[in-house]
């Protein structure tokens, strides 16, 4: 089946490399978005978000006329929903799911569907979502037949197919990567799939939307579950005096261990938000899943106290200073190295606590924006070398690639809170001499 226009409502982090891939397969694609400062940005060829090759990617294809972007939805043969599901809080629960966003993209795409239109649910979505979904779709166009009404002869098809990228590398692994798609019908499944095969390499799998919706879930879940057995052991390990990372380096030595490295907690809109669907859905089933997330939530609480500590022994070799003469530098706020993409991050929570509980002064390093956000309005924001020159303890929350390489030496003389083991990770001696004295 031909797809002349596609159009990929949303243009974040998943939705504007979508979309410049697919145009960049010469195919007309419609990119749609709430903020006029990201249509405007895209309409110049430019971008508004950091991820290698995109930009070239972007420029090409607006410059060659296969992509726009616009505030206003307009007719085309697929619709890709590419937009946020965070989680809310109501009724005494904290981590519910939020489909405002889709239902909003839902309603606005209404209006310009036609009979043998596809759309897509790229949103990583709760069990059912997809459904909801297409309910929302059918309270506003009754005048068209959709699966659930009419099965294979309805005149929308509607899939949910779960993005499975990695920021940093999601230009290549939107091509590479296996995708799971579910259809509402086996024949909306083979719609999309013809869809994906435009400018996906890897495989294209079918199921059901839930399952497809549930598979998403399960491999975030996954890695937040192993992810929050590292964190809790370097937790036990700074009870105990052993240094984690040479403890982890010699039990991965075992042919069937693959510890993960620990660090100040979890980010992102997947792995710290997707496991949460899980628990709220199935809230007395979800036992592991469910401590993982907490664990994994604790973690920024537990970073903050070794700032605490780092703070008293400071003092106590400092007995001339008091607690408002201390500066304390804060490396990185994205979620994981060498990105911008702040959602969830541990290390921006970390920080904000820092800015509100610490008397002196804070500095912040992220080489990867160029401006504070507003919740740490006050602090600085300043290049690694004014804050190695100024602070008296360094907190290393994110493993970016500028930070890997300050030399061990530059170090002396400052209390040091490495939650990723870039310096105190490297070997034994090194790590004895850099741990803060107990």
């Known amino acids: 089946m031909p797809f002349n226009t596609i159009s990929v409502v949303g243009l974040g982090y998943i939705g504007l490399p979508t979309a410049a891939v697919i145009a960049s397969r010469r195919r007309q694609v419609i990119g749609v978005d709430i903020s006029q400062q990201a249509v405007d940005t895209i309409n110049r060829g430019e971008i508004h978000i950091v ?11 607006v410059k060659e006329g296969y992509l726009r972007a616009t505030t206003t939805p307009a007719p085309a043969d697929a619709f890709l929903i590419a937009v946020p599901t965070p989680f809310k809080r109501e009724e005494g629960k904290e981590h519910v799911p939020d489909l405002s966003y889709i239902k909003a993209a839902s309603q606005s795409i209404a209006p310009v569907l036609k009979p043998g239109d596809l759309v897509i649910l790229e949103s990583t979505s709760p069990v059912g979502a997809t459904e909801s979904m297409e309910a929302w779709l059918i309270d506003a166009r009754p005048d068209l037949s959709f699966p659930s009404q009419h099965g294979e002869a309805s005149d929308i098809r509607v899939a949910h197919c779960p993005e499975r990228v990695l920021p940093g590398q999601v230009v290549r692994e939107l091509v590479q990567n296996d995708r799971v798609i579910g259809g509402l019908t086996p024949r909306c499944s083979e719609a999309a799939c013809a869809l994906y095969e435009l400018f996906v ?4 799998i079918t199921t059901t939307a839930r ?22 052991l370097s937790i036990i390990c700074d009870k105990l005096d052993i240094n984690v990372w040479e ?30 669907f899980i628990v709220s859905e199935t809230p007395e089933q979800a036992r592991l899943i469910r401590t993982a997330r907490e664990v994994n939530d604790g973690k920024p609480e537990w970073v903050i106290d070794q700032v605490n500590q780092a703070v008293g022994q400071f003092l106590g070799q400092h007995p001339d200073r008091t607690a408002r003469d201390i500066t304390v530098a804060c490396l990185g706020l994205a979620f994981k190295p ?28 992220e080489p990867n924006i160029e401006a504070l956000p507003a919740s740490l309005e006050g602090a600085r924001l300043a290049s690694i070398d004014v804050a190695l020159a100024e602070a008296d303890i360094v907190v290393l929350l994110v493993d970016h690639k500028a930070f890997k390489k300050v030399g061990v030496e530059r170090l002396a003389g400052r209390q040091l809170v490495d939650t990723r083991g870039v310096w105190t990770g490297q070997n034994r001696r090194r790590a004895d001499s850099l741990a803060p004295s107990r």
Do not use: Y
């Not at 991820?51 to 294809?61: G, I």
């Not at 399952?211 to 809790?232: C, G, P, Q, W, Y």
């Open 247 to 276: 403890l982890i380096r010699l039990a991965n030595r075992h042919p069937r261990v693959n510890i993960l490295q620990p660090g100040p907690g979890v980010g992102g809109h997947c792995i710290a938000v997707d496991p949460w």
């Open 201 to 204: 390499q890897g495989e294209c």
């Open 211 to 232: 399952t497809a919706e549930m598979a998403k879930l399960t491999e975030n879940s996954f890695r937040d579950v192993n992810i929050a057995f590292a964190n809790e």
């Open 338 to 365: 060498d990105i911008d993409d702040l959602r969830e991050s541990p290390a921006l929570a970390i920080t904000q606590a820092l800015k509100a509980r610490l008397p002196g002064r804070l500095m912040v390093v």
């Open 51 to 61: 991820e290698p090759e995109l930009d070239m990617l972007v420029h090409a294809a």
